[in-house]
């Protein structure tokens, strides 16, 4: 069972465009949300990361907002360029530092 | 350069053909991990070692086996591989557990 709920499976976008991807998680004692982002014939590489005490984090054009009462956080990806064409995923981890991943989001940036 | 290596990065071999997927870091990282790839299921754990001579199971343990005998290598051992155990693999290291995790560029496995 997923601990670690990511949707949508894919989407497109023009260039310009704010594609966002939101994940939903239940084990309240997550405490650390990181986003990886995979480029193909390659590892997941650390996006951006998130602890619970904070409702917002931006690193660039790269913008994690986080509900805790929800028990959800998104990841938006703003002025997107096809560079940013990826799969990315939301993972959680609790203080057994074992990451659970989310099932992954294949971005398309159009240019 | 800082990096996590893994060997083979492809394979295709047969069910009962014991096997194993080399991971080596050169970081000097306490914390290695192996993850299993699955389309629409993500990344799950199979095994992790918080330090040398210290594993333990992650969510997808069954027919694997690790060892971690030095720092640096953290095997991932197949003894009887099925079809199922068809995927992609990656290693991953970390300073310690609750530091971000760096990954290898995967072992795409074929068990035929």
């Known amino acids: 069972q997923q601990q670690v709920k990511q949707s949508p499976q894919s989407l497109i976008v023009q260039k310009g465009g704010i594609p966002i991807i939101n994940c939903a998680y239940e084990n309240t004692a997550f405490d650390y949300f990181p986003w990886y982002q995979q480029f193909p014939g390659k590892g997941p590489a650390l996006l951006i990361a998130?602890?619970?005490?904070?409702s917002e984090k931006k690193e660039g054009r790269f913008t994690i907002s986080f509900n805790k009462s929800a028990k959800q956080f998104s990841l938006h990806i703003m002025d997107s360029q096809p560079g940013d064409s990826a799969t990315y995923f939301c993972a959680a981890r609790g203080n057994d530092y074992k990451l659970s991943f989310g099932a992954g989001t294949t971005v398309t940036v159009r240019a | 350069e800082a990096q996590v290596t893994q060997n083979p990065r492809y394979l295709i071999t047969v069910t009962g053909k014991k096997l194993t997927v080399t991971c080596s870091q050169n970081?000097?990282?306490?914390?290695m991990s192996w993850y299993r790839q699955d389309p629409g299921l993500g990344l799950r754990q199979i095994y992790y070692?918080?330090?040398?001579?210290?594993?333990d199971k992650g969510d997808v343990p069954e027919g694997y086996k690790v060892s971690r005998k030095e720092k640096r290598n953290f095997p991932l051992i197949l003894e009887s591989p099925s079809p199922n155990q068809t995927s992609l693999y990656f290693c991953?290291?970390?300073?310690?557990?609750?530091?971000?995790?760096?990954f290898g560029d995967g072992t795409r496995l074929s068990i035929l």
């Open positions: 991953a290291s970390s300073r310690q557990g609750d530091q971000p995790q760096h």
């Open positions: 970081m000097n990282h306490e914390y």
């Open positions: 998130i602890r619970p005490d904070v």
């Open positions: 070692s918080m330090n040398v001579e210290v594993t």
